[in-house]
């Protein structure tokens, strides 16, 4: 059975029960009826805010009231000690104008792929199958590999702008937002894990790896969900694969017939988006993704070797 098409957009409108006790809610009071509405998703581990929805009541300054909140988003924010603000939204309605004109910063695209209910999931793997190809859960251990990865597929400005250390790696779980993606705050998962696929020579010092996966089994109606990150010349396939069969593994069989698997994959992280479509997956969407910072960024004095002149 094959359910309606999906709309990247549909998943931001949630019902106020999704709601998690991070999140934030602010509405725009109009003679007593709500004209407009934002609301974030909180990270307080690393002090960064990510905008879920924005919307405003059709009308003349539906403009004016989506500036107006995201203006109030930005001062009660710096209150409260958020360092960065996300948000991925498409390049369409001046979306992308509004928040340019409130001091965010566009860095980049990702294309949302989709696998739809319709393309049966993969037998699941056997653990012996797994380690033969070098797939195995993440642990700890991983955060610099992990990190190691990461610079290789993601260029220099966006790594600056996005500040992800290798604590941050150490921490992998269901609220956990690295690598970041325009999905993660919006979908609920019952579930999240990850996995990597090691090199097969392993490096200069045995730990490089090909491949890391995030794997998000929903726990509402919404799809499941990966996230990829994979040096451009290795085979992933398997990996994949894995992470697909994790799924029909984990999900109850009703919900893996209806829901299908979603995945973001950033325009640079190419040829990613080839491989996901050789196992099914088809493009629904593209959102850019902008962000502000409050902090300022000031250059720490260092040691030069004197000179003569």
Not at 12 to 28: E, S, T
Not at 201 to 225: C, I, N, R, S, W
Request: proline residues 7%; glycine residues 8%; charged residues 25%.
């Amino acid at each position: 059975m094959s359910g309606p098409p999906i709309g990247v957009f549909s998943l931001f409108r949630l019902p106020l029960g999704y709601f998690q006790p991070h999140d934030v809610l602010y509405v725009f009071d109009r003679e007593s009826h709500i004209a407009g509405l934002l609301r974030v998703e909180r990270e307080s581990s690393r002090d960064e805010w990510t905008v879920v929805e924005l919307d405003a009541v059709g009308g003349l300054d539906a403009g004016d009231v989506r500036f107006r909140l995201v203006q109030h988003l930005l001062r009660d924010g710096a209150k409260r000690g958020a360092v960065r603000f996300h948000v991925a939204c498409a390049d369409a309605d001046d979306n992308v104008e509004l928040f340019m004109q409130a001091g965010f910063m566009r860095y980049g695209d990702e294309c949302v792929l989709y696998r739809p209910p319709s393309q049966p999931l993969p037998e699941p793997m056997t653990d012996e199958a797994a380690a033969r190809k070098g797939i195995r859960p993440v642990t700890p251990l991983d955060a610099i590999p992990l990190s190691r990865l990461y610079s290789s597929v993601t260029p220099q400005p966006v790594q600056r702008l996005e500040d992800v250390r290798v604590h941050d790696w150490e921490r992998q779980g269901r609220d956990w937002r690295v690598p970041r993606s325009s999905l993660a705050p919006i979908l609920r998962f019952a579930d999240v894990e990850a996995f990597v696929q090691q090199s097969k020579g392993g490096g200069k010092d045995g730990t490089q790896l090909d491949g890391f996966v995030q794997v998000g089994v929903a726990k509402e109606d919404q799809p499941h969900y990966l996230k990829v990150l994979a040096r451009p010349d290795a085979d992933i396939v398997p990996l994949l694969r894995y992470s697909l069969g994790v799924i029909a593994a984990r999900a109850d069989a009703d919900r893996v017939h209806r829901l299908g698997v979603l995945a973001p994959v950033r325009t640079y992280e190419s040829p990613l988006d080839r491989r996901l479509e050789e196992e099914g997956f088809a493009s629904v969407a593209t959102v850019t993704l902008l962000m502000k910072e409050t902090l300022v960024r000031v250059a720490e004095p260092r040691l030069v070797p004197a000179g003569v002149r």
